[in-house]
T-cell receptor
Framework: QKEVEQDPGPLSVPEGAIVSLNCTYS??????FMWYRQYSRKGPELLMY????GNKEDGRFTAQVDKSSKYISLFIRDSQPSDSATYLC??????????FGAGTRLFVKA | GAVVSQHPSWVICKSGTSVKIECRSLDFQATTMFWYRQFPKQSLMLMAT?????????EQGVEKDKFLINHASLTLSTLTVTSAHPEDSSFYIC????????????FGPGTRLTVL
C-alpha cells in the first residue's frame, strides 16, 4: 500500500465548475499536508499547505484535512482553463522526506 | 516566494556520455536539496536527498555510482548522470528546502534529459 494514494484521473470539468481533488494517506504520523500544481514539463509549485486537521482557504482554493479518516481534499471554485494541470498531494511527518501522491490530471474545458 | 533554478532545462546526449545538471537556490540558503525523477504522466520519484557538505542519501534502487550528487554549497547541488543510456531519459527535478516552520520545498523547473 502506498503511503499517499491519489486517483490519477484524468478529471475533465467545464469552466466554472467546482473541482474536488482527493487523497488518502496511511501514516498517522503525517502532520503537514500540501497540494502542489504542476503544469506540463514544469516543476511543481506549492499551492497550499495545512498543518494537522482543518480547512485553509486561499482565493478560489480550499484545502481540507480530516485526520480521523486520513483524507486530504483540495477544492477549486469557479475553475478556469488555466487551472488545467496535474495536482499532487503530499504529506510530511516533520522529518526529511515528503511523500507525494501520483497526481491527478485536471482538464478544465472552456 | 523562494526561487530554484535548474540548468540546463533540456539536454540531448549520446549514449555513454555523462551529463551534469545544476540546481541552485537563488534567494535563500538550502541546507537540504532533493533530486527527483519523473516519467511521463507519473508522479515524482525521489532519487536522493543531499545535505550541504555531506554525502547524499540515495533511495532504494537508485545507483549511487550512476547518479552522482554533489552539494558543494548552501545554494548549489549537482546531479551527474554517468555513462547515460536511453533508459535514463527522463525529467529530472530538484527541490530545495528552507528551514521554515514546516520546511517547505521549492522546486526547480526541471531538466529534460534525452539519451540517444
Amino acid at each position: 500500500q502506498k503511503e499517499v494514494e491519489q486517483d490519477p484521473g484524468p478529471l475533465s470539468v467545464p469552466e466554472g465548475a467546482i473541482v474536488s481533488l482527493n487523497c488518502t494517506y496511511s501514516n498517522s504520523a503525517f502532520q503537514y499536508f500540501m497540494w502542489y500544481r504542476q503544469y506540463s514539463r514544469k516543476g511543481p509549485e506549492l499551492l497550499m499547505y495545512t498543518y494537522s486537521s482543518g480547512n485553509k482557504e486561499d482565493g478560489r482554493f480550499t484545502a481540507q484535512v480530516d485526520k480521523s479518516s486520513k483524507y486530504i481534499s483540495l477544492f477549486i471554485r469557479d475553475s478556469q482553463p488555466s487551472d488545467s494541470a496535474t495536482y499532487l498531494c503530499a504529506s510530511y511527518t516533520g522529518g526529511f522526506k515528503t511523500i507525494f501522491g501520483a497526481g491527478t490530471r485536471l482538464f478544465v474545458k472552456a | 516566494g523562494a526561487v530554484v533554478s535548474q540548468h540546463p532545462s533540456w539536454v540531448i546526449c549520446k549514449s555513454g556520455t555523462s551529463v551534469k545538471i545544476e540546481c541552485r537556490s537563488l534567494d535563500f540558503q538550502a541546507t537540504t536539496m532533493f533530486w527527483y525523477r519523473q516519467f511521463p504522466k507519473q508522479s515524482l520519484m525521489l532519487m536522493a536527498t543531499s545535505n550541504e557538505g555531506s554525502k547524499a542519501t540515495y533511495e532504494q534502487g537508485v545507483e549511487k555510482d550512476k547518479f552522482l550528487i554533489n552539494h558543494a554549497s548552501l545554494t548549489l547541488s549537482t546531479l551527474t548522470v554517468t555513462s547515460a543510456h536511453p533508459e535514463d531519459s527522463s525529467f529530472y527535478i530538484c527541490s530545495a528546502k528552507t528551514s521554515g516552520a514546516y520546511n517547505e520545498q521549492f522546486f526547480g523547473p526541471g531538466t529534460r534529459l534525452t539519451v540517444l
